[in-house]
Each structure stands twice: as structure tokens, then as C-alpha cells.
């Protein structure tokens, strides 16, 4: 089997899942308790606190731990809210091909009185800061847009984005799930306010994450209950999940650059191989993009299809985003940069990982070629284009 869908999930690392194992076999207290067996779980909370901290550039009381992205996603967004409501700003940035977390979240703060502007991401799926700045405007609270997208990978000019909201006093919140581990983040260099995270896109555990929110900034509970993470987040911390998911950022970050120079050449191997497929197109940027990340549109077929055969040739692939897998409709991020109802239906997203071989990029290449031909041969789509009835558009 080919493991292509690292975007989705990530297999736990062994250093992460030894960690895991050795906290629930040996430290198994709660961290509020005020014996020694609970202090030692809250002394390996607070290590992992600060371990987490240490690699973002951020203090280790700014990192809250969560479920995962999507709480990290939603706290910090209703906690800028909560604080614009306050002083009587209502208005919040971000962009249409945001991750449903905050997306949906957005259309939650809509119905309760918030005014969303969505600023588009043009076709190469690059956010352009002056367009943000143009629409900041006074009674704005809050800017929040994704470090790098989940479907298509294209890395955003955060830093400069940031910048622009200090300089405005406006929050800044980026959605970093897709970035930790992979890339340089630094919190206090790239001008951010909150920053969400998840452990299982970077090879720690499920249902685990961290909310970033810088000093000073009054987050709002969404779990209400004991006094944990500093009394913002109720329930009694994941501590062996926690101290995984830090064992596994520690081993990625330490590797970061030997990685992503070996992922982007079998990215780039991976995306000349695809390229020679006729009527085809790379969605996003092909150089600001995460290094493992590859994504597709062939004119003529059905995602979907394309993925069973993939599977039949033990391919793991996806159409997008794994939280809307399930959908018939096309992507809103290929909508987003432009790409019509047709085209946008057959996609095939590639998240590549460190193990990748050249001859693993090379049979990828082979099957996706066979099973591009093989759908073709048989689509009344593709059939009216070949005999004129229909316009390429790839």
C-alpha cells in the first residue's frame, strides 16, 4: 500500500505512540490532584506545555490544549467575537476556502449579528495582503485566515497579513493544522494573535490540539467545568495524548528541513508525471505550496472513481477535504480559485509523506495515467469533448 492522504491523517510516529504508551502505563494520575503520582502527570503536562511553546516561539501559559483543530478553530474565532461584540465591532475577514471549521463557525456568528466578509483567493490560491487591507475596516474584530490550505497547499503570506492587522489593531487567527510540523512557524515573527493546531497531521495522536492565544487576550469557553487550562478549557487534560502529541512535534520539527527538501522534490517529481496527462491541471501554486502536498483536476472523469480505482491498485488518495468526504458537491476551495462544476469534480488530492520512494512517486504516476484513460474511455463527458460538442477547459 501507498500511503497518499497525510493531509487527512498522519500515522502515529514510534517515538509518539512509546510516549503514549509509557505515560498510560506509568503516569496514569490526574494533574489536578495534589499527591505526587497526579503531580508527576502535571509535571509532564507542563513539560509538554513548554516543549509545544518552545517550537511556535510562544510562552508556555499561551498554549491551551484541546480536542484537536476544529475546538482550537472555534475558540479562538467566538473569543475574538466575544471581545469585538464588547466594544461594538462586528465584523470579521477571512476567505472562502477556509477549512468548514472556521467556515461554519463564521455562518454560526453571521446569524447572531456578525458581518463576514470573505476575500477571494484568486486562481493560484494565494491570499493577496493588500486585498485584507483594503477590507479592514473599523468596527472590524477579527482577520482569519489558514496558514496553508488542507486541499490544495498553498502556504499564505501570514507574516505579512499579520503585520497588516497589528498595524490596524485588529486580532489576527490563523488555522495552522495543515503548517505545524511542516513548515517554519514562529508566532511572535509572524505577527499572530491565535493559532490552531492538531496533533494527527504531524504523526502524534487523535483528538488532540492546541490553541495558541497570545498574552492578554481573553478567550472564551466553549466547555464549561473545572478549573483546567488555566480555567478555558473544562475536562481532565489527555495527558498521554498531550505528551505524544509534543514527542511528535519535537522529532518533526527537528527533521523539518531534511524533510520537506526530500518531499519537494518527490512533490515536484510527482507533479511533472501528472502534468503530462492531456487536459489536466495543478490546482494551486506550484512552488508556494506545502512540500508534500499535490492536487489535480482532470477534465473528463469523477473524483470518486478515480479514487476506487486508486484504491484497487493500493493507492490512498483523496478529492479533498477528509472532513467532507462524504459530499457529492465539488470542493468549495476549487470553487474558490475559480475552477468550474465539472472540472472541479475531478480532483484527486495527493499529501505525500517523509517515507515516500521515487519509484512509490513513479507508480503513482502509472496508475493515475491508466486510471485517467481507463474512466475516459467510457464518460459521455468526455466523449461530447473529443467529438466537439463540448468546449476543453482544461
Known amino acids: 500500500m501507498i500511503y497518499a492522504d497525510n493531509a487527512a491523517t498522519t500515522k502515529m510516529s514510534e517515538a509518539a505512540i512509546r510516549t503514549m504508551t509509557k505515560t498510560m502505563n506509568e503516569v496514569w494520575g490526574n494533574p489536578s490532584s495534589l499527591y505526587s503520582h497526579g503531580q508527576r502527570a502535571k509535571e509532564i503536562l507542563e513539560q509538554a506545555r513548554e516543549d509545544v511553546a518552545g517550537i511556535i516561539g510562544a510562552e508556555p501559559r499561551e498554549i491551551f490544549f484541546t480536542s484537536g483543530g476544529s475546538e482550537a478553530d472555534n475558540q479562538a474565532i467566538r473569543s475574538a467575537a466575544a471581545l469585538g461584540k464588547r466594544q461594538g465591532k462586528m465584523h470579521i475577514i477571512s476567505t472562502a476556502f477556509e477549512h468548514h471549521a472556521v467556515l461554519h463557525t463564521l455562518e454560526a456568528l453571521k446569524k447572531e449579528g456578525f458581518e463576514i466578509t470573505l476575500v477571494d483567493v484568486h486562481e493560484n490560491g494565494i491570499v493577496v495582503p493588500s486585498e485584507i487591507e483594503e477590507a479592514i475596516r473599523d468596527d472590524t474584530c477579527l482577520v482569519t485566515v489558514m496558514f496553508a490550505n488542507n486541499e490544495i497547499g498553498t502556504i499564505q503570506p501570514i507574516r505579512e497579513i499579520g503585520a497588516i492587522c497589528r498595524a490596524k489593531g485588529v486580532l489576527f487567527h490563523t488555522d495552522a493544522v495543515q503548517a505545524i510540523g511542516h513548515v517554519p512557524v514562529n508566532v511572535k ?50 495527558v498521554p495524548g498531550i505528551a505524544a502529541m509534543a514527542e511528535a512535534l519535537k522529532e518533526e520539527s527537528s527533521q523539518m528541513m531534511q524533510n520537506a527538501a526530500h518531499l519537494t522534490a518527490m512533490r515536484d517529481r510527482l507533479i511533472a508525471g501528472l502534468s503530462e496527462i492531456p487536459h489536466s491541471a495543478l490546482n494551486g501554486d506550484a512552488v508556494k505550496r506545502l512540500p508534500g502536498n499535490v492536487n489535480f483536476c482532470f477534465e473528463g472523469i469523477e473524483g470518486e472513481s478515480l479514487l476506487l480505482l486508486l484504491d484497487d491498485k493500493g493507492i490512498c488518495a483523496s478529492s479533498g477535504s477528509a472532513c467532507t468526504s462524504g459530499s457529492l458537491d465539488p470542493s468549495h476551495v476549487l470553487l474558490a480559485i475559480g475552477r468550474v462544476h465539472d472540472v472541479a469534480h475531478g480532483s484527486i488530492r495527493l499529501s505525500i509523506g517523509e517515507d515516500i520512494t521515487e519509484a512509490e512517486v513513479d507508480y503513482i504516476i502509472k496508475s493515475v495515467k491508466e486510471v485517467v484513460e481507463y474512466l475516459r474511455g467510457f464518460s459521455p463527458i468526455w466523449r461530447d469533448l473529443m467529438t466537439g460538442k463540448k468546449e476543453f477547459i482544461l
Do not use: C
Open 189 to 238: 515573527v509572524d505577527n499572530i494573535d491565535l493559532l490552531s493546531s492538531s496533533a494527527h497531521k504531524f504523526h502524534g495522536p487523535k483528538g488532540v490540539g492546541f490553541l495558541y492565544a497570545k498574552k492578554g487576550i481573553r478567550l472564551t469557553n466553549l466547555i464549561e467545568g473545572g478549573a483546567q487550562e488555566s480555567g478555558k478549557r473544562a475536562g481532565t487534560e489527555n
